[in-house]
Protein backbone atom coordinates (compact mmCIF):
# COMPACT_ATOMS: atom_id res chain seq x y z
CA UNK A 1 0.00 0.00 0.00
CA UNK A 2 1.41 3.47 -0.84
CA UNK A 3 2.26 5.91 1.53
CA UNK A 4 -0.57 8.92 1.38
CA UNK A 5 2.52 11.46 0.84
CA UNK A 6 3.56 9.55 -2.22
CA UNK A 7 0.52 9.65 -3.45
CA UNK A 8 0.19 13.06 -2.54
CA UNK A 9 3.48 13.87 -4.33
CA UNK A 10 2.21 11.97 -7.56
CA UNK A 11 -1.17 14.53 -7.23
CA UNK A 12 0.53 17.54 -6.94
CA UNK A 13 2.48 17.09 -9.42
CA UNK A 14 -0.03 16.70 -12.02
CA UNK A 15 -2.11 19.58 -10.14
CA UNK A 16 0.82 22.35 -9.17
CA UNK A 17 1.39 22.67 -13.38
CA UNK A 18 -2.11 23.71 -13.73
CA UNK A 19 -2.50 26.27 -11.02
CA UNK A 20 0.86 27.77 -12.29
CA UNK A 21 -0.48 27.87 -15.73
CA UNK A 22 -3.44 29.62 -14.89
CA UNK A 23 -3.59 33.26 -16.22
CA UNK A 24 -5.29 36.45 -14.42
CA UNK A 25 -7.64 36.88 -16.88
CA UNK A 26 -9.23 33.39 -16.51
CA UNK A 27 -9.93 33.52 -12.31
CA UNK A 28 -13.48 34.41 -13.08
CA UNK A 29 -14.18 31.78 -15.56
CA UNK A 30 -16.30 28.83 -14.38
CA UNK A 31 -15.45 25.65 -13.57
CA UNK A 32 -17.01 21.82 -13.38
CA UNK A 33 -18.03 22.99 -9.73
CA UNK A 34 -21.04 25.43 -10.54
CA UNK A 35 -20.71 27.43 -7.12
CA UNK A 36 -16.87 28.05 -7.88
CA UNK A 37 -15.28 30.60 -10.63
CA UNK A 38 -11.53 29.75 -11.10
CA UNK A 39 -10.50 32.08 -7.77
CA UNK A 40 -13.31 30.80 -5.65
CA UNK A 41 -11.94 27.42 -6.36
CA UNK A 42 -8.10 27.99 -6.06
CA UNK A 43 -9.19 29.53 -2.57
CA UNK A 44 -11.18 26.11 -1.75
CA UNK A 45 -8.20 24.42 -2.29
CA UNK A 46 -5.80 26.39 -0.76
CA UNK A 47 -8.09 25.94 2.07
CA UNK A 48 -8.05 22.49 1.83
CA UNK A 49 -4.52 22.15 1.21
CA UNK A 50 -3.56 24.32 4.65
CA UNK A 51 -5.88 22.87 6.61
CA UNK A 52 -4.97 19.12 5.82
CA UNK A 53 -1.26 19.90 6.28
CA UNK A 54 -2.72 21.35 9.71
CA UNK A 55 -4.63 17.48 10.52
CA UNK A 56 -1.77 15.22 8.98
CA UNK A 57 0.41 17.21 11.85
CA UNK A 58 -2.36 16.74 14.38
CA UNK A 59 -2.98 21.05 14.96
CA UNK A 60 -6.42 22.41 14.48
CA UNK A 61 -7.78 22.85 11.22
CA UNK A 62 -10.62 26.14 10.48
CA UNK A 63 -12.69 25.76 7.52
CA UNK A 64 -15.11 28.31 8.62
CA UNK A 65 -13.91 31.12 6.25
CA UNK A 66 -12.48 30.72 3.04
CA UNK A 67 -9.92 34.17 2.70
CA UNK A 68 -8.94 35.81 -0.72
CA UNK A 69 -5.48 34.47 -1.24
CA UNK A 70 -5.37 34.47 -4.60
CA UNK A 71 -2.87 37.80 -4.53
CA UNK A 72 0.87 38.24 -4.87
CA UNK A 73 2.86 35.10 -5.99
CA UNK A 74 -0.32 32.92 -5.37
CA UNK A 75 1.00 30.65 -7.69
CA UNK A 76 4.60 30.00 -5.76
CA UNK A 77 2.76 29.89 -2.81
CA UNK A 78 0.44 27.25 -4.04
CA UNK A 79 3.33 24.76 -4.61
CA UNK A 80 5.12 25.51 -1.55
CA UNK A 81 1.91 24.60 0.47
CA UNK A 82 1.46 21.94 -1.32
CA UNK A 83 5.34 20.77 -1.09
CA UNK A 84 4.69 21.16 2.89
CA UNK A 85 1.27 19.27 2.46
CA UNK A 86 3.28 16.30 1.58
CA UNK A 87 5.82 16.43 3.86
CA UNK A 88 3.29 16.84 6.50
CA UNK A 89 2.05 13.75 5.58
CA UNK A 90 5.11 12.03 4.95
CA UNK A 91 6.19 12.41 8.55
CA UNK A 92 6.46 9.62 10.74
CA UNK A 93 2.76 8.52 12.54
CA UNK A 94 0.92 10.78 10.01
CA UNK A 95 -1.12 8.01 8.93
CA UNK A 96 -1.48 6.75 12.50
CA UNK A 97 -4.60 6.93 14.69
CA UNK A 98 -6.97 9.38 13.90
CA UNK A 99 -6.64 13.10 12.66
CA UNK A 100 -8.55 16.19 14.18
CA UNK A 101 -12.07 16.56 15.36
CA UNK A 102 -12.77 14.88 11.93
CA UNK A 103 -12.57 11.56 14.60
CA UNK A 104 -11.57 9.73 11.72
CA UNK A 105 -8.67 7.16 10.59
CA UNK A 106 -5.68 9.63 9.62
CA UNK A 107 -5.27 7.41 6.27
CA UNK A 108 -8.98 8.35 5.26
CA UNK A 109 -8.34 11.87 6.17
CA UNK A 110 -5.40 11.73 3.70
CA UNK A 111 -7.38 10.03 1.11
CA UNK A 112 -9.95 12.62 1.52
CA UNK A 113 -6.66 15.54 0.57
CA UNK A 114 -5.71 13.39 -2.03
CA UNK A 115 -9.09 13.21 -3.44
CA UNK A 116 -9.69 17.14 -3.38
CA UNK A 117 -6.20 17.68 -4.88
CA UNK A 118 -6.62 15.35 -7.94
CA UNK A 119 -10.24 16.24 -8.15
CA UNK A 120 -9.92 20.41 -7.82
CA UNK A 121 -6.95 19.97 -10.29
CA UNK A 122 -9.16 18.62 -13.03
CA UNK A 123 -11.48 21.02 -12.35
CA UNK A 124 -9.14 23.57 -12.87
CA UNK A 125 -7.55 22.01 -16.11
CA UNK A 126 -10.87 22.03 -17.24
CA UNK A 127 -11.82 25.65 -16.47
CA UNK A 128 -8.39 27.01 -17.73
CA UNK A 129 -8.36 24.77 -21.29
CA UNK A 130 -5.87 22.04 -19.94
CA UNK A 131 -5.62 18.60 -20.06
CA UNK A 132 -5.44 16.86 -17.04
CA UNK A 133 -5.78 13.07 -16.00
CA UNK A 134 -5.11 11.01 -12.63
CA UNK A 135 -3.36 8.07 -14.10
CA UNK A 136 -3.61 4.07 -12.69
CA UNK A 137 -1.59 4.60 -9.60
CA UNK A 138 -4.18 7.59 -8.82
CA UNK A 139 -7.36 6.21 -9.57
CA UNK A 140 -6.78 2.67 -8.06
CA UNK A 141 -6.55 4.57 -4.75
CA UNK A 142 -9.16 7.29 -5.48
CA UNK A 143 -11.93 4.88 -7.22
CA UNK A 144 -12.57 2.92 -4.17
CA UNK A 145 -11.65 5.52 -1.42
CA UNK A 146 -14.35 8.23 -2.65
CA UNK A 147 -16.76 5.31 -3.41
CA UNK A 148 -16.63 4.68 0.09
CA UNK A 149 -16.99 8.12 1.21
CA UNK A 150 -19.46 9.05 -1.19
CA UNK A 151 -22.50 8.37 0.44
CA UNK A 152 -21.89 10.96 3.56
CA UNK A 153 -20.25 13.51 1.08
CA UNK A 154 -23.72 13.44 -0.52
CA UNK A 155 -25.52 14.04 2.22
CA UNK A 156 -22.92 16.74 3.53
CA UNK A 157 -23.62 17.88 -0.27
CA UNK A 158 -19.79 18.02 -0.84
CA UNK A 159 -20.36 15.51 -3.95
CA UNK A 160 -23.13 15.64 -6.41
CA UNK A 161 -25.25 12.67 -7.70
CA UNK A 162 -22.95 10.52 -9.91
CA UNK A 163 -23.21 11.67 -12.99
CA UNK A 164 -24.25 8.62 -15.38
CA UNK A 165 -21.36 7.08 -17.34
CA UNK A 166 -21.75 4.31 -20.38
CA UNK A 167 -20.70 0.89 -19.76
CA UNK A 168 -16.44 0.58 -19.94
CA UNK A 169 -15.93 4.39 -19.42
CA UNK A 170 -12.52 5.12 -18.40
CA UNK A 171 -11.48 4.59 -14.92
CA UNK A 172 -10.33 8.00 -14.18
CA UNK A 173 -14.08 9.22 -15.97
CA UNK A 174 -15.39 7.15 -13.06
CA UNK A 175 -13.69 8.72 -10.86
CA UNK A 176 -15.38 12.52 -11.39
CA UNK A 177 -18.30 10.57 -12.14
CA UNK A 178 -18.75 9.48 -8.07
CA UNK A 179 -18.20 13.17 -7.24
CA UNK A 180 -21.19 14.41 -8.91
CA UNK A 181 -19.26 15.76 -12.43
CA UNK A 182 -19.19 15.34 -16.24
CA UNK A 183 -15.95 14.27 -17.24
CA UNK A 184 -17.07 15.88 -20.54
CA UNK A 185 -17.16 18.95 -19.06
CA UNK A 186 -16.04 22.32 -20.88
CA UNK A 187 -16.79 26.26 -19.88
CA UNK A 188 -19.47 27.62 -22.38
CA UNK A 189 -18.41 28.54 -25.85
CA UNK A 190 -15.49 26.51 -25.46
Not at 93 to 112: F, I, K, Q, S
Not at 159 to 167: D, K, R, S
Not at 175 to 188: E, F, I, N
Amino acid sequence: MKKISELLETAAALTCPVVRGIDDARLDAPTPCAEYDVRALLNHLFLVVTNFRALAAREEADFSTTPDVVTGDWRGRFEKETASLVAAWDASGAEDGVAGRMNLPARTVGLMVLGDLVVHGWDLARATGRSFDAGPALVEVLEPGLAGMAPQARSMNVFGEPFPLPAGAPAFDRVLALTGRDPGWSPAGA
